[in-house]
């Protein structure tokens, strides 16, 4: 039998966040296929389209979790690890950034290492509560989420693309999905970036032959994407979506993410989406 480890909810205090950004807990799930399902090779992707109004705009990427905090966690019965998001979200989110630059976009990331974006677990909401001593920073705390929004807000990022991969204790859960704020000054925005990566992780998945579920579009009020928490959170100052590429928790999509078809899958829907981003607004 496997095993996942779920993170728990994204803030310290409640707010409404239908897919939340957890921390490791694990719990049972089916049995994961004995032999991934075969994928096309790393070929098998739509080329991305010329950069159009790209040139000169700032992309902030934050690859989610990091460190001691591995995000969601597929274990063996032993309980030995399989699969760890946080060993997606960076290496694609680098990927990424690569392409990004090659097209004319600066790009700033929230962390580039495996490490955490607050480690010392700083008080940077300046709410006067922190992580206890000694304990591990985690992206479920809100100094962590401001660490990684104040990097987005220093560098005056034109969008911000928070890379995840999802888990749930129900094994049957899988699919993609994006989520956005609906309640910012740039919220339009940000639906728009939502429905062009929607769009091209569907197109991307079926290049690499694989029939990824489509979860949707949601809208939620996450801390890293805003609204505005006086006295928790500085908000992100730009238009900005969350992406959860698959469910390591489910057997099909792990099978998937595992092939060599899944980065290159994932990595150009990523960018494609942001380049298509970029055109439509100056188009």
């Known amino acids: ?8 909810g994204p803030l310290a205090e409640p707010v409404p966040a239908p897919t939340p950004l957890p921390t490791a807990t694990p719990l049972p799930i089916a049995t994961m296929p004995p032999s991934p399902t075969p994928a096309p090779t790393e070929t098998a992707v739509l080329a991305p389209s010329p950069a159009s109004g790209a040139a000169g705009r700032t992309v902030c990427i934050d690859p989610g979790h990091g460190g001691a905090d591995r995000g969601n966690v597929r274990l063996d ?6 699969l760890q998001e946080k060993d997606f979200t960076l290496p694609h989110s680098l990927m990424l950034a690569d392409r990004l630059r090659a097209a004319g976009i600066d790009v700033v990331m929230t962390r580039t290492t495996d490490a955490e974006v607050n480690p010392d677990n700083t008080d940077l909401n300046n709410d006067g509560t922190v992580a206890p001593a000694g304990g591990e920073a985690r992206s479920n705390q809100l100094d962590d989420l401001q660490a990684r929004i104040n990097i987005c807000n220093q560098a005056g990022a034109d969008i911000l693309v928070s890379v995840h991969y999802n888990g749930a ?9 994006v989520w956005y704020n609906g309640d910012r000054p740039f919220s339009e925005n ?19 032959g694989y029939d990824a ?10 801390a890293l994407t805003g609204p505005a928490r006086p006295g928790s959170l500085v908000p992100s100052e730009m238009p900005g979506i969350i992406v959860e590429g698959l469910f390591l928790s489910n057997d099909d999509d792990a099978a998937f993410v595992v092939t060599d078809a899944a980065a290159p899958a ?17 188009g």
Do not use: W
């Open 213 to 222: 579920f489509d979860k949707g579009i949601g809208i939620e009020a996450h």
């Open 1 to 8: 039998m496997l095993t996942v480890g779920l993170r728990a």
């Open 169 to 177: 204790e129900n094994a049957f859960l899988q699919g993609y999905e």
């Open 77 to 82: 019965e032993d309980g030995q690890i399989l």
């Open 266 to 282: 994932l990595v150009t829907a990523y960018e494609q989406a942001i380049l298509n981003y970029f055109a439509e607004l100056t």
């Open 190 to 208: 940000s639906a728009l970036l939502a429905r062009l990566m929607h769009t091209e992780l569907g197109n991307q998945y079926a290049a690499a």
